[in-house]
């Protein structure tokens, strides 16, 4: 499985910008999958999950409201709408995916339950 992400930008304060992340295989309708960040200096965190039926999702305190999960398995491809971004947002953005959730509304929050991992799509939002 290979994952593509793309949609990162430079944005200023309270822009938007929308992630993506297109998968290669067949399964990709199985898999729950989840979209973390990484800021200079500081540790991997999960932003946002989203089961592998779609029905559940999973935030951040620190984007509610403001980011929403979402995925379409007819184009096997998750994205992250990102609004009312801050420059505490400023990191580069991986989409992943956990390829044995669970159950069907289960969304991963451990990184080490996320198999495939994509190249990262950089987030810039200046001040």
């Known amino acids: 499985v290979q994952l593509q992400a793309s949609g990162g930008g430079l944005v200023q304060t309270g822009g938007s910008l929308r992630l993506s992340c297109a998968a290669s295989?067949?399964?990709?309708?199985?898999?729950?999958m989840g979209w973390f960040r990484q800021a200079p200096g500081k540790e991997r965190e999960l932003v946002a999950a989203?089961?592998?039926?779609?029905?559940?999702?999973f935030y951040a305190d620190s984007v509610k409201g403001r980011f929403t999960i979402s995925r379409d398995n007819a184009k096997n491809t998750v994205y992250l709408q990102m609004n009312s971004l801050k420059p505490e947002d400023t990191a580069v953005y991986f989409c992943?995916?956990?390829?044995?959730?669970?159950?069907?509304?289960?969304?991963?929050?451990?990184?080490?339950?996320?198999?495939?991992w994509g190249q990262g799509t950089q987030v810039t939002v200046s001040s």
């Open positions: 992943a995916a956990d390829p044995n959730p669970y159950y069907r509304n289960y969304t991963p929050r451990n990184p080490i339950d996320y198999v495939y």
């Open positions: 989203i089961s592998w039926g779609g029905v559940t999702t």
């Open positions: 295989g067949r399964t990709f309708s199985s898999y729950a």
